[in-house]
């Protein structure tokens, strides 16, 4: 769950409708335009976007079709003063876009596994590279209403560019791209270090590896998620486009730690558990991870500025990493 602080100022868009009983199809096609526009619901018929110009176009032209086909409807826009918060509103829109990314994502993994199964150049192929396609545009329709950048988009994003990589390699269909050089481990000193605002569990994670294993002296610095471009001598973590993010089924913490060459059995464990609460795919499955996730939501919840999340999370990754090590041995 994002847990950014939303101004208060924040403005919504509610509409507010009533449909008519018959026929049944009409209330599948309001919902349906509901879902494309990115619309959630706070109550049964009323439904909320954030104020801008777009915005309150597609909510006139839904109330348009709704009044159309028989039903009533208004939008106005709304300040939330007492009972539904601006922060639990933005995070409905989070909890709704990351459904739509772990679909994708659950999508795509399905489909990397039909490739490994598959041989190349066949009938078997050529439809998974359709539907890695599809899943690519899908993505971009997400993308285009998650209006407060939904941590999932990561996630589902590296494993489409994984899969269309591997597509393509097998293919032979595009000359091969320059890689990024990887960083050595001696490049990761005396960097300023850049996040996206609003950081959870894998940021945090990042941010603690770094400070206390890669430079003790390390900048962080927190910038918005989309468009920054970085400075000379900055590394951005957990990014679109960072140096160092997720990397197909890959959390960001645990390719950090493959950057920066760094074999320690019990920050591995820590990795795993942080790839399992970011990426909900209960792949390690380790039994402290419930309990480590409420504390770093707990952490979050407590604190809305970024450095202070980080200042209490480092204890937290502290216990852990000496229990792992008590642990084994």
């Given at each position: 769950?994002?847990?950014?602080?939303?101004?208060?100022?924040?403005?919504?868009?509610?509409?507010?409708?009533?449909?008519?009983?018959?026929?049944?199809?009409?209330?599948?096609?309001?919902?349906?335009?509901?879902?494309?526009?990115?619309?959630?619901?706070?109550?049964?018929?009323?439904?909320?976007?954030?104020?801008?110009?777009?915005?309150?176009?597609?909510?006139?032209?839904?109330?348009?079709?709704?009044?159309?086909?028989?039903?009533?409807?208004?939008?106005?826009?709304?300040?939330?003063?007492?009972?539904?918060?601006?922060?639990?509103?933005?995070?409905?829109?989070?909890?709704?876009?990351?459904?739509?990314?772990?679909?994708?994502?659950?999508?795509?993994?399905?489909?990397?596994?039909?490739?490994?199964?598959?041989?190349?150049?066949?009938?078997?192929?050529?439809?998974?590279?359709?539907?890695?396609?599809?899943?690519?545009?899908?993505?971009?329709?997400?993308?285009?209403?998650?209006?407060?950048?939904?941590?999932?988009?990561?996630?589902?994003?590296?494993?489409?560019?994984?899969?269309?990589?591997?597509?393509?390699?097998?293919?032979?269909?595009?000359?091969?791209?320059?890689?990024?050089?990887?960083?050595?481990?001696?490049?990761?000193?005396?960097?300023?270090?850049?996040?996206?605002?609003?950081?959870?569990?894998d940021r945090i994670?990042?941010?603690?590896?770094?400070?206390?294993?890669?430079?003790?002296?390390?900048?962080?610095?927190?910038?918005?998620?989309k468009g920054y471009?970085?400075?000379?001598?900055?590394?951005?973590?957990?990014?679109?486009?960072g140096e160092i993010?997720?990397?197909?089924?890959?959390?960001?913490?645990?390719?950090?730690?493959?950057?920066?060459?760094?074999?320690?059995?019990?920050?591995?464990?820590?990795?795993?558990?942080?790839?399992?609460?970011?990426?909900?795919?209960?792949?390690?499955?380790?039994?402290?991870?419930?309990?480590?996730?409420?504390?770093?939501?707990?952490?979050?919840?407590?604190?809305?500025?970024?450095?202070?999340?980080?200042?209490?999370?480092?204890?937290?990754?502290?216990?852990?990493?000496?229990?792992?090590?008590?642990?084994?041995?």
């Amino acid at each position: 769950m994002k847990t950014d602080a939303v101004p208060a100022e924040r403005r919504w868009l509610l509409l507010i409708y009533q449909l008519p009983s018959k026929p049944a199809y009409f209330r599948v096609k309001v919902w349906r335009r509901l879902q494309r526009i990115g619309a959630v619901a706070v109550k049964s018929t009323v439904y909320a976007l954030p104020a801008n110009v777009e915005t309150q176009e597609d909510f006139e032209w839904l109330l348009k079709e709704i009044v159309e086909g028989g039903g009533e409807a208004m939008v106005c826009e709304a300040r939330l003063i007492d009972g539904l918060s601006d922060s639990q509103t933005h995070a409905l829109f989070d909890a709704a876009r990351d459904e739509d990314y772990e679909a994708i994502a659950a999508e795509t993994r399905a489909l990397s596994a039909r490739r490994e199964a598959a041989d190349t150049a066949t009938d078997e192929t050529a439809e998974i590279r359709s539907q890695t396609n599809r899943l690519r545009k899908r993505l971009a329709e997400i993308a285009a209403i998650d209006f407060f950048g939904a941590t999932g988009r990561l996630s589902a994003e590296s494993l489409i560019a994984e899969l269309e990589q591997a597509l393509a390699k097998d293919k032979d269909m595009v000359e091969e791209q320059p890689k990024t050089p990887s960083l050595a481990p001696a490049d990761l000193k005396g960097r300023i270090w850049v996040t996206r605002k609003g950081v959870h569990v894998d940021r945090i994670a990042c941010s603690w590896l770094i400070r206390r294993f890669i430079d003790p002296d390390a900048t962080i610095r927190f910038a918005p998620g989309k468009g920054y471009v970085p400075n000379p001598g900055e590394i951005r973590f957990d990014m679109f486009e960072g140096e160092i993010t997720h990397e197909g089924d890959r959390c960001s913490l645990e390719v950090l730690l493959a950057m920066a060459g760094i074999a320690d059995p019990a920050l591995q464990a820590i990795a795993e558990i942080v790839h399992d609460i970011d990426l909900k795919d209960a792949k390690f499955g380790h039994e402290e991870t419930p309990g480590i996730a409420s504390l770093i939501a707990g952490i979050c919840a407590a604190n809305p500025q970024d450095e202070q999340r980080i200042l209490h999370g480092g204890p937290v990754f502290d216990n852990l990493y000496q229990y792992f090590r008590a642990r084994r041995g």
